[in-house]
């Protein structure tokens, strides 16, 4: 025997142990990853009721289609896929999960109308009750219920025409800081001076909120607590990273501590301070005798709310109103800046549209019209219909089955095994996916030119789509349509007509890639950053 034998049984023993390690641990792995198949691909599938529907393929174990979807703009590639597949589709997203697509105006219409089988997801409830609180876009179906019958007339017809004259005031400081942008000597001398125009218009349409929703002015200032502590939950959202979705997809990661929950927090403390101290001294203002100045929505909410013909347990609550606050702020801000933006775009594009615009609202002979003489303008009616027709700047909406049910459709589907599907039949807990944008850019309701910007359109096609607004679903349908589209309507037009007869738009001399870039709203981006940069000339005379 020699010395080294030992050695060579402690090395052979290490070998054969590893060996065993080795191989338990790969099992082990190979156990994981099989269960793992299971669970993403065949388990979910055969959980899922549209499974017979026809749609693309899953590119990816892992990611679905969600990489083909994320890859182009919103819409796009769904757009595509309707036209392949027909107008109920099925896809995969990233994990397993399933989801169905529709753009069947009758079977969008009756989930968009069944809020107590058709709610919105949890993840959706979620992101927003973090930095909004208990307002309207977050409620349960019975809450929302109450509240949005408190809030209804801050809305009406009367109330959106007595605050077009606040609209006003905050259009004409727009036209000073874009004239006062436009002026500046340009840092290239090869080019003309360009204006960042969507920063400057999401600044008026944080002011026209702020003053017509709750008598706050120039919430965009950086005086403005308020203005100040909303930026910075919107900051913390946008940088949101994959942590932040697991905890939003996962409870159990719901008490991870990261820097944008963290960012979150701490805003919204200050935020609902403020809110707090707003909605105490607005109650104050109502309860003085004499107030005069009570048309922002707020004051309307509140008095509402404390009519004495609603019963206790219909009222709001005070946290109810304050969550209204952010609400307002976030739902009626980025969705009418982004599209404000796309409409400069659109005009700096179409420079024979800008000018038919120009001429119409040239004839008016006051600075100031009232609501009923700017709806009377039939093209710059027509112009903002064409906007929020392509130019969707919500342009995806998710439901959920709350519990089994059938859907109707306009017209029956072929399923993937040759039957014919008059109707769906869906389990609890299917989830819908509705790109709004695919449904305005239908070939079979717009007729082939969809694609192309338009507002000589016919805006009433022969197929009707259950929209509130002009046969579109960019203001959604049913009982969560947008609570604010007289507002918005009320707000671009006045916008539109100010800086419209001061400036004309155009792109400039070196265009850039305008893309959309969509977190909630598709804001307009520029290599990534949300931008619009375009050149603004003085009309001749203004
Ligand atoms: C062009 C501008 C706007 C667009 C495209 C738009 C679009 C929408 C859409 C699609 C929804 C439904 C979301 C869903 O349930 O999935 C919605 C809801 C809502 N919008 Fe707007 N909106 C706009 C402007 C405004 C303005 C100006 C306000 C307020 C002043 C506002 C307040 C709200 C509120 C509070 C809701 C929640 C309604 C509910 O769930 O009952 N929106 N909006």
Redesign the pocket.
């Known amino acids: 025997m020699t010395t080294s034998q030992p050695y060579v049984e402690v090395l052979v023993s290490i070998a054969r142990n590893s060996a065993i390690l080795f191989a338990g641990l790969a099992g082990g792995l190979a156990v994981i990853a099989g269960l793992a198949y299971l669970y993403l691909y065949p388990l979910q599938l055969l959980r899922f009721s549209g499974r017979n529907l026809p749609g693309p393929e899953p590119t990816n174990l892992l990611w679905g289609n969600q990489k083909e979807i994320m890859g182009k703009n919103t819409g796009d590639v769904q757009t595509e896929w309707f036209e392949k597949y027909g107008k109920v589709m099925r896809y995969r997203y990233a994990l397993g999960a399933q989801h169905i697509s529709l753009n069947d105006p009758v079977a969008l219409g009756h989930i968009f109308q069944h809020t107590d089988t058709f709610g ?1 997801m949890y993840r959706t409830k979620r992101i927003l009750s973090d930095i909004l609180g208990d307002g ?2 977050t409620a349960d179906p019975v809450n ?1 219920r109450r509240q ?1 019958r408190v809030l209804n007339p801050a809305f009406s017809v009367t109330a959106i025409r007595e605050m077009v004259p606040d609209f006003f005031g905050v259009a004409y400081k727009l036209r000073d800081a874009v004239a006062a942008e436009a002026g500046k000597p340009s840092l290239d001398e090869k080019k003309p001076q360009e204006v960042e125009v969507h920063e400057l218009v999401s600044h008026a349409t944080l002011d026209i ?1 702020g003053v017509s ?1 709750f008598g706050a002015r120039d919430l965009s200032s950086s005086d403005s607590a308020l203005g100040t502590s909303y930026a910075d939950l919107l900051t913390a959202r946008n940088q949101a990273n994959i942590f932040d979705f697991l905890q939003i997809t996962y409870p159990a990661f719901k008490n991870l501590p990261t820097k944008a929950t963290r960012k979150i927090k701490d805003s919204r403390t200050i935020t609902d301070k403020l809110g707090h101290d707003i909605v105490a001294e607005r109650k104050k203002a109502l309860e003085a005798a004499g107030d005069t100045d009570t048309r922002d929505m707020l004051s309307r909410l509140l008095r509402a709310n404390m009519a004495p013909d609603l019963k206790p347990e219909q009222r709001m609550t005070d946290d109810e109103v304050m969550g209204q606050i952010t ?2 702020m976030f ?2 801000h980025e ?2 800046s982004t ?1 404000m933006s796309w409409a400069l775009w659109r005009l700096a594009i179409h420079q024979d549209i800008q000018a038919k615009l120009r001429a119409e609202l040239m004839t008016i002979d006051t600075d100031e019209p009232s609501i009923d003489a700017l709806n009377a303008l039939t093209y710059l009616e027509k112009f903002v219909h064409e906007v ?1 027709r392509l130019d ?3 342009a995806l ?1 998710y439901r959920i089955a709350l519990k089994d049910a059938v859907v109707p459709l306009s017209a029956p589907v072929t399923g993937r095994d040759g039957s014919t599907i008059e109707a769906l039949t869906v389990k609890k807990g299917t989830m819908f996916h509705t790109p ?1 944008i695919s449904l305005n850019r239908s070939k079979d309701i717009w007729g082939d030119d969809a694609d192309k910007f338009n507002p000589d359109r016919d805006t009433n096609p022969s197929t009707q789509v259950p929209g509130m607004y002009g046969n579109l679903l ?3 349908s049913g ?7 007289r ?2 309507l009320a ?1 671009l037009k006045v916008l539109l007509f100010v800086l419209v007869r001061s400036f004309n738009f155009e792109l400039p001399a070196e265009p850039y890639t305008i893309v959309p870039h969509t977190l909630i709203t598709m804001r307009p981006s520029i290599n990534g950053k949300i931008s619009m940069r375009l050149v603004v000339k003085p009309v001749a005379g203004q």
């Open positions: 919105k309207l876009l929302h949005r909120i929703g609400t307002l739902a009626g969705t009418t599209a929020l969707d700047p919500v909406s709004i960019t203001f959604l009982p969560h349509h947008c609570i604010g589209y507002f918005a707000e």
